[in-house]
């Protein structure tokens, strides 16, 4: 029969697709038959885990916000409907080709047949090959309502102390709401939050390092997460006996000694109260002295004060001292100047007595000493004018509920929320919906006045409670009501304010968190890092290093009505606090269980402070009465070199928060050039002058100096050389009173908290 051209073809194209129909059935079938891939693939339960532990859609990869080379997914595969657009009908189909799923750029460029910006992601032999082609070559199949939902992602073994070198295999199996499970080990994304002590391959393999300390390792799998601790002690065993003889002044003693105990962390050094070995010695009056000094109030003892404390010879002279400093004026500065990094925004944002307003606020409140809980409320449900109720003035600065929470779940909760405005959390279990869930407990903050008008922002404004105010969810566009993190949140009604429900939550009894991060956060300023490291980072996948420590410290703080003075006494007056910051060989590697003091760089306003008592010449600031300290100041604006080179927060950063704590080669040059610290060395009217023109002897000259500069009298190898130089025929008194004193203040003793 004659058959024409068009009739021609459409009898090639039939052939041909009942070619490409028996090549899929075949195909099918033989997946069927392998146990490794499932027998029809779908994209949620299959392909998805495939992208997210190849980092195909991470945030450095085609998961970042505007996707990369044209290819965009969602960040670890929150948004499925977005990714299964991209993936099937972007770049105009070429992504996928069922007919041909070999030639499909979703998998020539992961196996590197095409170029691929981010190199071969996946092994053409390999199982995850094999899954993908499969589900392009069945349809492209996405779940259905009947299809079961993944509940639980487990870890096996169950976990257990590592010997140093050991390696371990861990196997995640995930458990569908239909009761079925899978082996999902290599398709699950790994960290170690120590990798030192414990680290973990791609593929679920453990090894420990040589660093005795703990480990906990995160299992992550389509949005849940799981987590391993282990722990791995120095392969010498201590006896529990001698941990049982180290002096104790406190539960904090106890607490630590036991989990040094499980590490076999060694004492090194003998203390005077016992012949045995102790964490590090404690530190003698002087380091001790000169420490407590600088964590209670921020400021060095005068040499009289340094005198009289050496020289008093009362068993309970340590815990008067602190008394004392706790009562100080300073101690509210200093503690305030702390709080500001926090809270403090830009002046040229929200304006210049704003500013002022809210730091007038924050000291009043150390002042008064304030129960943490009340200052905490007094600040999240602030009203009135930025220019009579400074608290107000975080609301003048963060204008949208989502900034708000971002601010406040951080810093009250220790939850850092901001990655869930966008995405779920990676490392967390919260969504979106609970970001801006808790954000609509701010969704009624209105606002009368002046606004923001940069960089000049001078005018007043008034915060209040709107009658109306709603937060919506960003893609469902639905109204949230306000809800909390956990627990319950009670029905509210037109009048109440939901920042007050809000509050009430936050410092609730039973909240987990709220005391846990404000006793992390004191803990990390007087010990040199927090028991959770970042201090406002409490998750699951990053464990306090001594949980038990961390509760203890809540529920003291709690059962002491949030009094910051009380858990700070309770603190210095602990064995662990007078360690000595000298490592030993067997802790030299540790640095989060407390086995020694870990040391502090002093901060920026400290450190200008101590230089002025030290030459006896004050610092002079812009916007200040004369005589100020720089821990008075109000406002990162005021102009000086020595405190933006020592790291004090960048005004023009949002928010100006971030303090850089790290030593640098700017600071050490600075202390040894500047011509304003030279000036005040050789001031007429300063220490050195006055000493040298003084009749004390030059072994009282160097006792002062010392003193002054590191709270101790100096030691008699460090006196006889530097006496020796005073009497030298025709030595120059004044010029060797200055050299000594700039040679002590360019010392690691002094610019460190030891």
């Not at 003035?393 to 850092?416: A, K």
Request: glycine residues 6%; negative net charge; charged residues 20%.
């Amino acid at each position: 029969m004659h058959r024409t051209g068009q009739q021609s073809s459409l009898i090639v194209f039939s052939l041909f697709c009942a070619a490409a129909f028996t090549f899929t059935a075949v195909q099918s079938r033989c997946f069927a038959a392998d146990s490794a891939s499932p027998v029809s693939p779908k994209f949620e339960l299959d392909i998805q885990p495939i992208l997210t532990a190849r980092g195909c859609n991470a945030g450095a990869c085609h998961g970042k916000a505007r996707g990369q080379n044209g290819f965009a997914l969602s960040l670890l595969g929150f948004d499925a409907d977005m990714d299964f657009e991209a993936i099937v009908t972007g770049s105009r189909g070429r992504r996928v080709v069922p007919a041909s799923p070999a030639t499909s750029l979703l998998l020539m460029k992961a196996t590197g047949k095409l170029p691929h910006g981010g190199g071969v992601r996946i092994d053409e032999t390999g199982d995850d090959y094999r899954l993908l082609s499969h589900w392009i070559s069945s349809g492209l199949a996405r779940t259905s309502p009947t299809d079961p939902v993944l509940k639980t992602v487990e870890i096996s073994p169950a976990p257990y102390t590592m010997a140093a070198g050991q390696a371990e295999s861990l196997h995640v199996t995930a458990t569908y709401s239909d009761g079925t499970q899978r082996d999902v080990t290599n398709t699950c994304a790994y960290q170690s939050n120590e990798p030192a002590v414990v680290a973990v391959a791609v593929d679920g393999t453990l090894r420990a390092g040589d660093l005795p300390g703990e480990a906990t390792i995160m299992a992550r799998y389509m949005g849940m997460i799981s987590t391993w601790s282990t722990a791995v002690p120095r392969p010498n065993p201590v006896p529990a006996s001698f941990y049982e003889q180290l002096p104790r002044s406190n539960f904090i003693d106890e607490l630590v000694y036991r989990k040094l105990a499980s590490l076999n962390i060694e004492p090194s050094l003998p203390i005077a109260l016992s012949e045995i070995s102790a964490p590090s010695d404690p530190s003698n009056d002087a380091h001790y002295l000169r420490r407590v000094y600088l964590d209670a109030i921020g400021r060095l003892p005068t040499p009289n004060e340094a005198r009289v404390f050496l020289g008093d010879q009362a068993a309970d002279k340590r815990g008067r001292l602190v008394d004392a400093l706790l009562d100080r004026p300073e101690y509210a500065d200093f503690w305030s100047n702390k709080w500001a990094d926090l809270l403090r925004p830009n002046p040229y944002r929200v304006g210049i007595k704003a500013t002022l307003s809210l730091d007038g606020w924050i000291r009043n409140a150390f002042r008064k000493n304030v129960p943490y809980d009340q200052f905490v409320t007094g600040l999240v449900t602030a009203q009135g004018s930025t220019w009579r109720n400074g608290a107000v003035t975080i609301f003048r600065d963060r204008r949208e509920p989502e900034e708000i929470v971002t601010m406040v779940s951080q810093l009250f909760l220790g939850v850092r929320l901001e990655c869930a405005k966008c995405h779920q959390h990676p490392f967390e279990v919260y969504s979106q919906r609970d970001f801006y869930s808790l954000a609509a407990y701010f969704g009624r903050v209105g606002y009368k006045g002046a606004g923001l008008s940069p960089p000049i922002s001078g005018g007043e404004e008034i915060i209040h409670l709107k009658d109306k105010g709603e937060v919506r969810h960003p893609l469902t566009k639905e109204v949230l009501r306000p809800k909390p993190l956990i627990g319950t949140s009670p029905e509210l009604s037109d009048e109440q304010d939901p920042r007050a429900a809000f509050a009430s939550w936050l410092t609730a009894a039973d909240n987990p968190y709220f005391a846990k991060i404000a006793v992390n956060r004191i803990w990390a300023d007087l010990m040199g890092i927090g028991i959770v490291d970042p201090v406002d980072d409490l998750r699951a996948t990053n464990p306090p290093s001594n949980p038990e420590l961390l509760d203890a410290l809540a529920e003291y703080y709690r059962s002491v009505g949030y009094d910051s003075k009380k858990l700070l006494k309770a603190i210095f007056a602990s064995h662990v606090y007078s360690l000595s910051s000298a490592p030993n060989s067997t802790n030299v590697g540790d640095y989060r269980n407390f086995s020694r003091h870990y040391r502090k760089r002093l901060r920026a306003e400290v450190l200008a402070d101590a230089l002025a008592d030290i030459t006896e010449k004050q610092d002079t600031f812009a916007a200040l009465p004369p005589g100020s300290r720089a821990m008075e100041l109000w406002t990162h604006r005021v102009e000086s070199e020595m405190l933006d080179t020592f790291g004090r927060p960048d005004a023009n950063q949002d928010p100006p928060c971030e303090r850089t704590p790290e030593a640098t080669m700017t600071q050490a040059l600075h202390l040894m050039n500047s011509p304003v610290i030279q000036g005040r060395l050789a001031a007429d009217g300063g220490r050195a002058h006055n000493l040298s023109q003084s009749p004390l002897t030059s072994a009282a000259i160097i006792d002062d100096l010392y003193l002054a500069t590191f709270s101790r009298f100096p030691t008699a190898s460090e006196a006889s050389v530097l006496v020796a130089e005073f009497e030298k025929p025709g030595a120059d008194r004044r010029r060797l009173t200055e050299d000594v004193l700039w040679s002590l203040l360019n010392s690691a003793e002094f610019l460190y908290v030891d």
